[in-house]
């Protein structure tokens, strides 16, 4: 549950799109044969694990910033910086029409954008302590400096523009650099291959940084601070950025797409004609009612993915003992996604999507009781074990609820997409279905501070609203406690909304679900062509 930020981030973030296969009106399947392709799955593993690395680090400021004393507000602010992901559509038809066919059309974007991201660690690097607000103080707020979240909130957004970028590149070499029999085993590179970054970029970077769990595990002479800080790990990965970059640049040749290796004819779009397609989409009706269930559907799940891992660290639970807890599920989250893709290759998969929102909804409620009573159970920053069992079921729990969604409109999307336009048709659909996430995070994480109410516990007429009677109230003598908190009414109207929303959407699914293919056809006018 402490990573419920990750499963949203990745929900907004992951698409695995442009990977996986487009259904016809007839099934194909093909045999793989990897001989001739270990280089290349490998390559593709590499570049996806760093495409996870920006993405891990972005998720890992919320929790410092929790540490510094971040108004929910300000981390609303910085939850911008995760948007990149579900707007890339925007730019996603200039990375697949414009490149320098001698050096190779995926290259001409990669090998830049990789430097760039490069650079941009190495220079964040120098300044990024500073713009946490230097060290957390005794009180656990900011030391030296303020907090500077707008300019942190531009450059990591920045970043995963970045990385979003590269993943546009990527996923369209996967499609050439493979075989078109071994197609399939990019998603695998994809899924595997990020959640790998994501782990080194997040969950490692948060139990190097812990002095606790540093002195715990990994030293036997105790420090007051851990083995890494932000500083330096942005400076590790830059330089890995650079270096790996100019390899790939170096070594591995761009080949065309040939049919020697089974790769099929397709629609080749220039910049105008993907973006008159897209608009060509987007007017079509069933996409209408689809994009209006894409971008509500996760709103009901929004204030226990966003703010509920935050509330604990506010609770007393370590935040490096938080990021941990995807460990040992990461078994679970490579093999659900297998389990669950046997159930969702027929003609109904939203089915399971259906089946699964009921759970899902039910261990939000479930999330939220355990925020409840964690302030009673953890003291001085002391967790018991049984209470990390219990975080631990119930992340598990909402770990099979959420794959089940997510594989289930995948597998939906592959199947409706049209074949002769299904890279720029999986896309537009992805990047709803992610700004459908996105959205409803920031808006929880806005509201949280307006929607609880404080009080001086020495002057019951001071609500500490703002910075100001905060600071009165210290003077004073007395503390701001918090008499009604916001994180629960949000729970509340985000399960009122999840129950109605449910009601209206089944119906709505079952009738997208039943439509047939030729439906969701758009008509085309643009000659089939070879890539080049």
């Not at 019951?460 to 100001?468: E, F, R």
Request: charged letters at 15%; a positive charge; aromatic letters at 12%.
């Amino acid at each position: 549950m402490s990573n419920r930020r990750k499963k949203a981030n990745s929900e907004r973030r992951s698409d695995h799109e442009a990977l996986l296969p487009v259904a016809d009106d007839e099934e194909h399947h093909e045999k793989s044969d990897l001989r001739g392709d270990w280089g290349n799955i490998a390559i593709l593993f590499f570049l996806y694990l760093l495409q996870g690395i920006p993405i891990g680090l972005s998720s890992a400021i919320p929790m410092l910033l929790q540490n510094r004393g971040a108004s929910y507000s300000q981390q609303a602010e910085f939850s911008f910086a995760h948007w990149p992901f579900s707007l890339k559509l925007l730019w996603a038809p200039i990375v697949d029409s414009l490149f320098w066919k001698r050096f190779g059309r995926r290259k001409s974007w990669l090998i830049p954008t990789q430097y760039l991201i490069g650079l941009f660690m190495l220079i964040l690097s120098l300044h990024v302590d500073r713009w946490l607000g230097a060290e957390p103080g005794a009180n656990g707020h900011a030391g030296d400096h303020t907090l500077n979240i707008p300019l942190l909130t531009g450059i990591f957004f920045m970043l995963n523009f970045l990385a979003a970028t590269q993943d546009i590149a990527v996923d369209g070499w996967a499609l050439t650099m493979l075989k078109r029999c071994n197609v399939a085993h990019a998603s695998t590179c994809n899924s595997v291959g990020q959640t790998a970054g994501y782990f080194l970029g997040y969950v490692a970077f948060m139990a190097l940084e812990s002095a606790e769990f540093c002195n715990s595990y990994l030293r036997p002479v105790p420090s007051d601070e851990g083995l890494v800080n932000l500083s330096g790990y942005l400076w590790f990965w830059g330089l890995v950025f650079l270096v790996t970059t100019t390899l790939v640049a170096l070594f591995k040749r761009e080949a065309n797409p040939t049919a020697e290796r089974g790769h099929e004819e397709h629609l080749e779009l220039d910049i105008k004609q993907t973006y008159r397609l897209l608009v060509d989409i987007m007017r079509m009706k069933p996409i209408l009612l689809l994009v209006a269930i894409l971008l509500t559907a996760k709103a009901g799940f929004a204030a226990c993915d966003a703010v509920t891992s935050l509330k604990l660290i506010d609770a007393g639970v370590p935040k490096d003992k938080l990021a941990l807890l995807v460990v040992p599920l990461v078994p679970l989250q490579i093999i659900l996604p297998l389990a669950i893709s046997k159930y969702t290759t027929g003609g109904r998969p939203m089915e399971v999507y259906l089946k699964a929102i009921p759970y899902r909804i039910g261990l939000t409620i479930a999330a939220a009781g355990i925020v409840w009573i964690t302030p009673a159970i953890v003291r001085n920053h002391h967790v018991p074990y049984y209470y990390y069992l219990l975080l631990l079921t119930n992340y598990g729990l909402y770990q099979i609820a959420l794959y089940s969604m997510f594989v289930a409109v995948m597998a939906f999307f592959a199947r409706i997409s049209d074949p002769a336009v299904g890279g720029t048709y999986m896309t537009l659909l992805n990047t709803l279905s992610n700004l459908g996430g996105n959205w409803p995070s920031t808006v929880v994480l806005w509201l949280v501070d307006r929607l609880t109410w404080k009080q001086c516990s020495n002057a019951p007429s001071n609500d500490c609203s703002d910075s100001a009677l905060k600071d009165v109230c210290t003077e004073a003598g007395g503390q701001c406690g918090i008499t009604i908190d916001g994180y629960y009414i949000e729970i509340v109207i985000c399960l009122l909304y999840g129950i109605a929303w449910y009601r209206w959407g089944s119906r709505k699914i079952r009738h997208l679900q039943e439509m047939p293919l030729k439906a969701w056809r758009v008509a085309r006018k643009a000659p089939r062509v070879h890539d080049s």
